[in-house]
């Protein structure tokens, strides 16, 4: 496949996310995962908000892995940070090597992105494709726009507006 630029890639994105109503029913994880980010500007207790990022921390710091991590095990870890940021190993982390060791994690976190929601549109695409012929009929799409339609006009009276749920979108 060509290559995005990781800035076109976010762009991409963007409208995703923010829209919670896709055309089809499977669920789809648009969320960015933050088991890849670095915890340097972020504090664990506030990441570790929801499962997924408690994992990471856990299985980035707890190097013993007896479900405990003890300070030593986190500075531990940190300074391996530390020295992977050191690019030219003279135990100085210059803006240049801090930013550009960021830049390598993010694009690898788009590239992962980019490909997790080709592989949910390919998914996506199997969910409305009812008959499985390789083809997007009109009959085929507008069946789930009326699915989506009936999800968001919760009280069904067949329009969706401020009398109905709001958790739908
Ligand atoms: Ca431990
Ligand atoms: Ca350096
Ligand atoms: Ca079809
Ligand atoms: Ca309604």
Redesign the pocket.
């Known amino acids: 496949m060509k290559r995005i630029s990781p800035l076109l890639l976010t762009l991409a994105f963007a409208p995703l996310a923010a829209c919670a109503t896709h055309d089809a029913t499977a669920p789809a994880d648009t969320q960015i995962t933050a088991a890849s980010t670095d915890t340097t500007e972020t504090t664990p207790a506030r990441r570790s908000a929801d499962g997924h990022s408690k994992d990471a921390f856990f299985s980035k710091y707890d190097v013993n892995g007896d479900g405990h991590v003890t300070q030593a095990e986190f500075m531990a870890e940190r300074a391996n940070g530390y020295h992977r940021r050191d690019a030219n190993g003279d135990g100085n982390v210059q803006s240049e090597e801090y930013v550009s060791e960021y830049e390598i994690r993010l694009i690898e976190q788009l590239e992962e992105q980019h490909k997790r929601q080709i592989d949910q549109a390919d998914f996506r695409f199997t969910v409305l494709d009812k008959n499985e012929d390789g083809n997007l009929s009109l009959d085929e799409f507008h069946a789930s726009g009326e699915r989506m339609f009936s999800t ?10 401020e ?2 749920e709001k958790d739908n979108y």
């Open positions: 968001l006009d919760s009280n069904k009276d067949g329009i969706v507006d009398q109905d």
